[in-house]
């Protein structure tokens, strides 16, 4: 995981994203590190998913996902919203 991190930055960077078509926010699955640090598949496919919306069975095929999203709330500043049934990166 990744710690220190510019909140700002953070928040910025993924609400940027959120705002992009969702084919350009999917293609954001495969790079490592991601935009937010994390290099493991676990995190950063959770961070992915995040941005397009998951269920919780969905986002905890990849890892521990409650100590994740506790994660990117505390260390990254990061809001997550639950609409529908699916987890998503809200505006910050």
Known sequence: MTFKRDIEKDRARTNELMNRPADER??????????LGHRGDGNAAIDALLLQGATLAELEQHRDVHTHLTHLRSEHGLHIDLRSGRYIFAAS
């Open 26 to 35: 999917a293609g954001q699955a495969g790079r490592r590190p991601n935009w």
